[in-house]
């Protein structure tokens, strides 16, 4: 499987030390190396499942870094050139974009919500609450309790 992520995702599960899931879920996450200078203002280094992948097509990075930071840009442009299975990204513009061209888009609660149907985690809420709260991750309400009903949690 292939997965291209963006920074968000990743920063938000190293600051809870739970940047595991993604190598639970996804084994291998690749990034534009726009997205680990992004990682590397905040963390010293980045998870030994996380690899950069170099971005061909330049000219696509500028098109769409008219509208985006240049981590989203890249992950987008990467996700498309390698067919990626999903690109990790949650901010609504990136996500708006990567799918105009079809790219598979799941976003960090997705990833929760399928950690806890393949049975590697128990529960999704307090991971959300320490997202939330020490990750500094915003998410509505409203997607916060879907996830939590479609897992079976309740909303707090």
Same mark, same amino acid.
Do not use: C, Y
């Given at each position: ?27 291998? /996450? ?11 203002? /905040?963390?010293?280094? !980045?998870?030994?499942? !996380?690899? /950069? ?7 696509? !990075?500028?098109? %769409? ?62 991971? %959300?609450?320490?997202? !939330? ?14 996830? %939590? ?8």
């Amino acid at each position: 499987m292939i997965v291209v992520s963006d920074t968000t995702a990743i920063t938000s599960l190293l600051a809870i030390g739970r940047a595991d899931l993604l190598r639970q879920v996804f084994g291998e /996450v690749l990034i534009p190396s726009a997205v680990l200078r992004e990682l590397t203002v /905040v963390h010293t280094t !980045v998870p030994d499942f !996380v690899h /950069v992948r170099e971005v061909i097509d330049a000219g696509a !990075v500028l098109r %769409l870094a008219a509208k985006l930071d240049a981590g989203e840009a890249e992950a987008i442009v990467l996700a498309e050139e390698l067919a990626a299975n999903f690109l990790l990204i949650d901010e609504t513009e990136g996500r708006t974009i990567a799918a105009q061209p079809g790219v598979p888009i799941i976003g960090l609660v997705g990833v929760l919500v399928r950690a806890k149907r393949e049975g590697m985690i128990p529960m999704i809420a307090p991971i %959300l609450e320490d997202l !939330v709260t020490v990750g500094e991750f915003w998410i509505s309400a409203q997607i916060r309790d879907r996830a %939590l009903a479609d897992v079976g949690e309740s909303p707090a």
